[in-house]
């Protein structure tokens, strides 16, 4: 149990265009989901906290209006890295906590979403 | 601002030898200290966590301890052995308004050699 999904896996695009990445609770449901980047030799950095049916909460440095966060369902959230260039290239990561708190309190990743903007 | 220090860039051990990770941080203590696997390309994966109250914790080969006045967590892989090389992570969590949120170290990479 306990599994979330990414979608893609990887994503080439030219610069200037729009990639959406989705991320997905496959058997449990999360109020709370959130979205990280990793660049090479780099710790995780958190960019939002995606809540299911309310705005995305951004973190210091992280321009909402490039990085479209939306929150639908309670297994389903999106991530829209909009007019993407090159410095957007980077590993993209979802996690997601189980709403009925199951578990130790531990947050469950996705695989990772490889971007890479030419 | 919190800092996480993972001392160690990458750690290389013998195969059956116990590897030994170190945490730091500074300022606040967390009220959750987790460890988590990531491997190359790949989401990190959750093993273990230990709350501000807690001072050691076990799960079949692993250990991990927490002291809130060194400001340290250490976690221990005994018996290791090559399927454990990876990059491990630890990471902090503060309650209240940052509830959920956490703050990732850069990680170790530990090899084990057979």
């Known amino acids: 149990g306990a599994v979330v999904s990414q979608h893609p896996s990887w994503v080439i695009c030219k610069s200037g265009t729009s990639v959406k990445i989705e991320c997905r609770s496959l058997d449990f449901q999360a109020t709370t989901m959130f979205w990280y980047r990793q660049f090479p030799k780099q710790s995780l950095m958190l960019m939002a906290t995606?809540?299911?049916?309310?705005?995305?909460?951004?973190e210091q440095g992280v321009e909402k209006d490039k990085f479209l966060i939306n929150h639908a369902s309670l297994t389903l959230s999106t991530l829209t890295v909009t007019s993407a260039h090159p410095e957007d290239s980077s590993f993209y990561i979802c996690?997601?906590?189980?709403?009925f708190g199951r578990g130790d309190n531990e947050q469950f990743f996705g695989p990772g979403t490889r971007l890479t903007v030419l | 601002s919190q800092k996480i220090e993972q001392n160690s860039e990458a750690l290389n051990i013998q195969e059956g030898k116990t590897a030994t990770l170190t945490c730091n941080y500074t300022?606040?203590?967390?009220?959750?200290l987790q460890w988590y696997r990531q491997d190359p390309g790949r989401g990190p994966v959750f093993l273990l966590l230990?709350?501000?109250?807690?001072k050691e914790k076990r799960k079949e080969r692993l250990k991990v301890t927490f002291d809130t006045t060194l400001k340290q967590s250490l976690f221990h892989i005994t018996a290791s052995q090559p399927a454990d090389s990876a990059t491990y992570l630890c990471?902090?969590?503060?309650?209240?308004?940052?509830?959920?949120?956490?703050?990732f170290g850069k990680g170790t990479k530990l090899s084990v050699k057979p």
């Open positions: 990471a902090l969590e503060f309650t209240g308004g940052s509830q959920g949120n956490l703050i």
């Open positions: 996690s997601a906590r189980d709403f």
């Open positions: 300022n606040y203590s967390p009220a959750y």
């Open positions: 995606s809540n299911e049916g309310s705005k995305a909460t951004y």
């Open positions: 230990i709350r501000e109250n807690e």
